[in-house]
Every structure is written in C-alpha cells, then in structure tokens.
C-alpha cells in the first residue's frame, strides 16, 4: 500500500459521476492513497459531501464541481478551472453514465441520444481536452469506465452496450496515439455494480437479485481501478465469469449467443 500512496501522493485525480456510487468509491480510494480528488457531478450538493470526506481521507483539500458531461461548454469551463488552480489534471476517471434496459424497439429516441451524449460524447470530449493539457507534460492517464456490456450484448441493453462499445472502440485507438507521449489509457470493463445505476436501469429492482453472485462491490471495483492508477494496465475486466463469456463469444459466437440469451440475460 505504501507504494500506491507514495506514486499517488499529490497527484491530481478527477473523477466524474462521483457524486454516488463507483465514482464516489474511486474518489474515497484515490483519497486514502493521498491523491488530490477533483470530483465532479451534476449533484452538487452531494457532491460537497464526498468532497468532505475525500479531504479527510487525503489530509488535504479536495475539490467539487458541477458538471453535466452532456454539456460540452461546461466540460471546457471545469477542466480549465482545475488546471488552471491545480497546475494540471494527473489522472481523469471518466465515470459519469447511465442506463436504461428496454427492448431496442421501444426505446425512447430521446433518451438513446442521451444516453450517447453522456456515456460516448461526454467521455470523449473531456479525454479531448485533458489530454491536451497531459501531452503538455508528457505524462498522464485516462481512465474510461466501460462495461462486459460492451464486449458481450445482451437482451434488453442494445442502447447501453452500444455506447459501451464505442467507449471501448474510441478507448483503445486512443490508446495508440496517446502512447507516444506518455500518456496511458486503460478501460475497466464490470459486470453489475451494485450501485445506484441500476435504480434507473432497472426499476423494478429485480436484476442484481437475479444475477447474485456476479454483482460485484462497488468497494472492491474501486481498490482495481485505484490499484491501476500510473500502471501500464491495459484493461481491468471483472467479474472473471463474464470476461471468460466475452472471450468465448470472440472465438465460438454462436456459443456466445446462447449464453448471452439464458446465462448472462437476466433483465
């Protein structure tokens, strides 16, 4: 542990979508490893909150902004701000998303473009204007938070796996131009977190109760994620049971199709 808290002591971490869930156990993690957290959410209020306990985990100031990732003027206006009072941005967790399980057909055309603005465009733009400040310095990481939904589709999430597959498909070209000036970008690819997300992709309430075992804590992706900051990790894929299925779909997918329609499909 001594390690990760020297390598990460001082350094700038912003994490957006850390008003709850994922972002907000990034942050805390980040924090008790002495990281500068930048925390960033539309949920300000609860924001100030996990900014708090941040600063009482790192012993030093921790920051909050309010920020929607579908608004790009916002995106250039926090960026600038953090960089211009912290010197720049060390490490961007690009966590900000949602989802919405409901056949393909009856989604609502408005919420697939939000979905897209949010989960893709969001995550692009931010990684645009962070990397430009890192190239400065020659060093860096992006973090984009994917999903196994982006490897492996399932019933009911052709909406959020698509999204999920172009973050992963952006992720990794990003991750050969960035490469040459020392700037590393590692994807983190989850099955179910047991978080909030789910109480509007699933009001019903039902799917993490039917999938046990493999919803993972959020505590627990969160040390992963912590763990590969400043590290050459490509990708983080958990739970194991799930990468296994994607990899499988790669090789045999009309194997992988079965699985995704009676193992995997819980919705």
């Not at 990481?141 to 982006?150: L, V």
């Not at 590692?186 to 075992?213: C, H, I, M, W």
Request: glycine fraction near 8%; charged fraction near 20%.
């Amino acid at each position: 542990m001594e390690g990760y808290q020297k390598k990460l002591r001082g350094k700038v971490v912003l994490i957006t979508g850390a008003s709850g869930g994922l972002g907000e156990q990034i942050a805390y993690k980040a924090a008790a490893h002495g990281a500068t957290v930048v925390v960033a959410a539309r949920r300000l209020e609860r924001l100030k909150a996990v900014r708090e306990r941040c600063a009482q985990l790192s012993g030093q100031p921790a920051y909050a902004y309010s920020l929607d990732v579908n608004d790009v003027e916002q995106i250039d206006t926090v960026v600038d701000r953090v960089v211009e009072a912290q010197g720049g941005i060390d490490i961007l967790v690009n966590n900000a998303g949602f989802g919405l399980f409901q056949p393909a057909l009856e989604m609502d055309p408005q919420i697939i473009e939000e979905m897209f603005r949010v989960n893709v465009l969001g995550a692009i733009r931010l990684s645009q204007v962070v990397a430009s400040h890192m190239i400065e310095k020659r060093q860096g990481q992006i973090i984009n938070i994917a999903s196994q939904a982006g490897k492996m589709a399932t019933p009911k999430s052709a909406v959020y796996a698509a999204t999920k597959f172009a973050v992963l498909g952006y992720s990794n070209a990003l991750r050969l131009e960035l490469q040459p000036h020392g700037i590393q970008v590692t994807t983190v690819n989850t099955g179910p977190v047991r978080t909030g997300f789910f109480q509007d992709a699933d009001p019903s309430g039902e799917y993490l109760d039917k999938l046990g075992r493999m919803v993972l804590d959020p505590g627990y992706v969160a040390t992963k994620v912590v763990n590969a900051m400043f590290t050459s990790a490509r990708e983080i894929n958990l739970p194991w049971i799930m990468e296994i299925g994607a990899r499988l779909y790669v090789l045999f997918p009309r194997l992988g199709d079965y699985f995704a329609c009676t193992i995997f499909a819980r919705k």
